[in-house]
């Protein structure tokens, strides 16, 4: 409850009530404005926070680091051999009289190797990129759709 002085000094604006009602108003005033500098310093801890979260999983999935590794090296050799053929059949393809199965071939080894290209680079962003992998993630998962 407020004391009578208390309330005499608001209706009559003693020093104390002036000022409690200018800090007030200037609070108000700085919550209404998101200014430049409160949304870049907003994004850098938010930035700090994402990384931090990132290493905290690493940390906390690192006996998983031996099936990650096999998987990366599974999917990447697929990937690898399939361009590699791709690329192997195109050039045959020029030396002899007849290329168009060769070329028909490596179209159809391309193409799914193209598919994997997704794939493929979420790895790539797992080992060489992981503060970045919210950006890389997102593009690989619109390569997996077929967006273009």
Not at 3 to 25: C, M, Q, R
Not at 46 to 51: D, G
Not at 52 to 67: D, F, H, R
Not at 113 to 136: C, S, T, V
Request: proline letters at 1%.
């Amino acid at each position: 409850m407020f004391g009578i002085g208390a309330v005499i000094g608001k209706i009559f604006g003693t020093d104390k009530a002036a000022e409690s009602l200018i800090n007030n108003t200037s609070s108000a005033i700085d919550k209404l404005f998101y200014t430049d500098q409160e949304q870049a310093e907003d994004k850098a801890r938010s930035a700090t926070e994402a990384r931090g979260m990132v290493i905290k999983w690493m940390a906390a999935t690192s006996g998983q680091n031996l099936a990650r590794r096999l998987l990366a090296l599974m999917i990447s050799s697929v990937w690898l051999l399939q361009y590699v053929a791709m690329m192997s059949l195109s050039v045959a393809a020029v030396w002899t009289e007849q290329p168009e199965k060769l070329i028909e071939s490596a179209d159809v080894i391309g193409g799914y190797a193209e598919n994997m290209n997704g794939a493929l680079m979420l790895i790539l962003a797992f080992y060489f990129a992981a503060p970045h992998m919210d950006k890389i993630a997102s593009g690989a998962l619109h390569k997996f759709k077929g967006d273009k």
